[in-house]
């Protein structure tokens, strides 16, 4: 599938509405837009997260996979799911995929004793505002109910997940736990 972008401004959106993947026009603050919108920062965090030294040459290609997932993920939300026309939906496989991931990576960690504080490495910490986007960007799909395709849920409760596995193997076994009323 290609896709050709000959202009980047059209000033279709100038009154403060957007084209859906159906063609259909919604506002700009519609429960859809804010969607696939923090989807799109998420993408965006994930970015910048590559551009920083620490991260394991296997998290930045997962990462780079899962830049192009949320891609496909944003093209999902942007169509009502009930839309009957063939659309690019997420696959149970993508899900699938990052379940393999958090399985592979967590095996290695130690067990957990406490919560983790964000924090650590500039690589963690990040990953861990990378995991709080995404997990943002779930309570917007969670708004849209059953217009939303079941994947896409899935999707970011388990990317969500490998966020914080990864994070806690980006700070190599030293993460900042939390302590319950040490300060009291």
């Avoid at 993508?94 to 004793?113: F, G, I, S, T, Y």
Wanted: aromatic share 6%.
């Amino acid at each position: 599938m290609t896709v050709n972008l000959t202009r980047i401004y059209t000033k279709l959106g100038d009154g403060g509405e957007t084209h859906l993947g159906d063609m259909s026009r919604v506002r700009k603050d519609d429960r859809r837009i804010e969607a696939y919108g923090a989807v799109d920062e998420l993408g965006a965090h994930l970015g910048f997260a590559l551009t920083l030294t620490g991260l394991p040459e296997h998290t930045a290609e997962w990462l780079r996979r899962i830049q192009n997932d949320l891609f496909d993920l944003g093209a999902d939300l942007s169509v009502p799911a009930q839309d009957a026309r063939e659309r690019l939906r997420l696959l149970a496989e993508q899900v699938e995929w990052l379940e393999q991931r958090c399985d592979e990576v967590n095996a290695q960690l130690q067990p957990l004793h406490s919560f983790v504080l964000s924090g650590g490495t500039p690589a963690a910490a990040w990953l861990h505002v990378c995991r709080t986007v995404c997990r943002r960007a779930e309570r917007r799909v969670v708004s849209l109910g059953e217009q939303a395709s079941p994947q896409t849920l899935r999707y970011l409760n388990r990317l969500s997940d490998l966020l914080f596995i990864l994070a806690r193997e980006a700070n190599g076994g030293d993460d900042p736990l939390w302590v319950p009323g040490k300060y009291r």
